[in-house]
């Protein structure tokens, strides 16, 4: 009986493993005109623009890059913070439920985007900033952050010269 319940187990956790490995063979794209490049490097030749919510196929990966293929047969690399396992939720301009535009995404700290930034707080998180104690001088700080405009080349020039995100050594 236990021979049955053990090899029962081993079956399941095999079967899970090919679940997950089918499930990773695909990648969404999760930024605005992200770079394909010809090499894992984001100094290397960019290849195309993608565009967010195009898909994927993982060929390989090497540290913070995978190298893909587009449905249309364009192969190169993309760096790891412009994609994600799950093609992105729509993005709305509902200021109530602040990560909105992030369900699903595993961007983490990888990647800094203007389009995503939050467009002042909410009624309970400026609630909950006066219920804490947060200093007003902080909230008027974050008016002036949320306030700037950037262009994407701004912000990768920003990304470059800070050695952030896919220009990290």
Same mark, same amino acid.
Request: include cysteine; proline fraction near 2%; charge should be neutral.
């Given at each position: 009986?236990?021979?049955?319940?053990? !090899?029962?187990v081993?079956?399941?956790? /095999?079967?899970?493993? !090919?679940?997950?490995? %089918?499930?990773? %063979?695909s990648?969404?794209?999760?930024s605005e005109?992200? #770079?394909? #490049?010809?090499?894992?490097?984001?100094?290397?030749?960019?290849?195309?623009?993608l565009?967010?919510?195009?898909?994927?196929?993982v060929?390989?990966?090497e &540290?913070?890059?995978?190298? /893909?293929?587009?449905?249309?047969? #364009?192969e190169?690399?993309?760096?790891?913070?412009?994609?994600? %396992?799950?093609?992105p939720?729509?993005e709305?301009?509902?200021?109530?439920?602040?990560?909105?535009g992030?369900?699903g995404?595993t961007?983490?700290? %990888? $990647?800094?985007?203007?389009?995503?930034?939050i467009? &002042?707080?909410?009624?309970?998180t400026?609630?909950?900033?006066?219920h804490?104690?947060?200093?007003a001088a902080y909230q #008027?700080?974050?008016?002036?952050?949320?306030?700037?405009?950037?262009s994407?080349? $701004?912000?990768?020039?920003?990304?470059k010269? &800070?050695?952030i995100?896919?220009?990290?050594?």
């Open positions: 009986m236990k021979a049955i319940f053990l !090899l029962a081993c079956m399941a956790m /095999v079967g899970l493993t !090919l679940t997950t490995a %089918d499930g990773a %063979d990648l969404w794209v999760t005109n992200a #770079k394909l #490049k010809s090499e894992g490097s984001a100094s290397s030749e960019t290849v195309s623009e565009s967010l919510g195009t898909r994927l196929t060929l390989q990966s &540290g913070r890059w995978y190298q /893909v293929r587009t449905v249309s047969g #364009k190169g690399w993309i760096y790891r913070g412009k994609v994600s %396992d799950t093609p939720a729509k709305t301009e509902d200021t109530e439920n602040l990560f909105a992030l369900q995404s961007i983490s700290a %990888d $990647e800094a985007q203007t389009s995503r930034s467009r &002042g707080l909410s009624k309970e400026a609630q909950y900033a006066r804490t104690g947060t200093p #008027k700080a974050l008016d002036q952050v949320l306030a700037m405009q950037l994407t080349k $701004e912000v990768d020039l920003f990304l010269q &800070g050695r995100g896919e220009y990290a050594p």
